[in-house]
T-cell receptor
Framework: GQNIDQPTEMTATEGAIVQINCTYQ??????LFWYQQHAGEAPTFLSY??LDGLEEKGRFSSFLSRSKGYSYLLLKELQMKDSASYLC??????????WGAGTKLIIKP | GAVVSQHPSWVICKSGTSVKIECRSL??????MFWYRQFPKQSLMLMAT?????????EQGVEKDKFLINHASLTLSTLTVTSAHPEDSSFYIC????????????FGEGSWLTVV
């Protein structure tokens, strides 16, 4: 079956940079995206990558390497409001989404 | 790159009314579009697959008479939640497949529906 792995929890300091990694199985890959979700709220779309490389969108960037089955979300100039869960999800060969369990990011002053 | 626009991003409607969500491919023709739904604290689930000019194929457990999907053109698919109830409050997201080599798909940014 499909397996999405990302760290359970990460801690970073306000103003710093943090990279959240996500690995997935490479068979039948149709894209990968990242969501941000604050507790009790709907997920917010951050990015999707279907081609190799880095896509930058303001303070957030997302990278994909299809050959390695690897993606990361890079957050720069961290703010306290960035404390949230970050979920990566792979679209498989059947166009179903396979979700990671999410990475809880804790920002400290 | 290719862009898929989804509208509205947020919608609140009264119980018993219907609400329509649009999914547009802005710079390519989408032969196939997909609709997903995510309930709070659950995984995103595929609801249906729609091909331009034909009826949508619904996943098991999804009521086709309640979630009407229309894919009238190669750049637009709509999802209509009919007679909405509070339990239909969810996050809905669409994706579109280009049909070109590689069959790349692109996602919209999602729509959050709240039924009150």
């Amino acid at each position: 079956g499909q397996n999405i792995d990302q760290p359970t929890e990460m801690t970073a300091t306000e103003g710093a940079i943090v990279q959240i990694n996500c690995t997935y199985q490479t068979s039948g890959f149709n894209g990968l995206f990242w969501y941000q979700q604050h507790a009790g709220e709907a997920p917010t779309f951050l990015s999707y990558n279907v081609l190799d490389g880095l896509e930058e969108k303001g303070r957030f960037s997302s990278f994909l390497s299809r050959s390695k089955g690897y993606s990361y979300l890079l957050l720069k100039e961290l703010q306290m409001k960035d404390s949230a869960s970050y979920l990566c999800a792979e679209v498989d060969s059947n166009y179903q989404l396979i979700w990671g369990a999410g990475t809880k990011l804790i920002i400290k002053p | 790159g290719a862009v898929v626009s989804q509208h509205p991003s947020w919608v609140i409607c009264k119980s018993g009314t219907s609400v329509k969500i649009e999914c547009r491919s802005l710079d390519f023709q989408a032969t196939t579009m997909f609709w997903y739904r995510q309930f709070p604290k659950q995984s995103l689930m595929l609801m249906a697959t729609s091909n331009e000019g034909s009826k949508a194929t619904y996943e098991q457990g999804v009521e086709k008479d309640k979630f009407l999907i229309n894919h009238a053109s190669l750049t637009l698919s709509t999802l209509t939640v009919t007679s909405a109830h509070p339990e239909d409050s969810s996050f809905y997201i669409c994706s579109a497949r280009t049909g070109r080599s590689g069959n790349t798909i692109y996602f919209g940014e999602g729509s959050w529906l709240t039924v009150v």
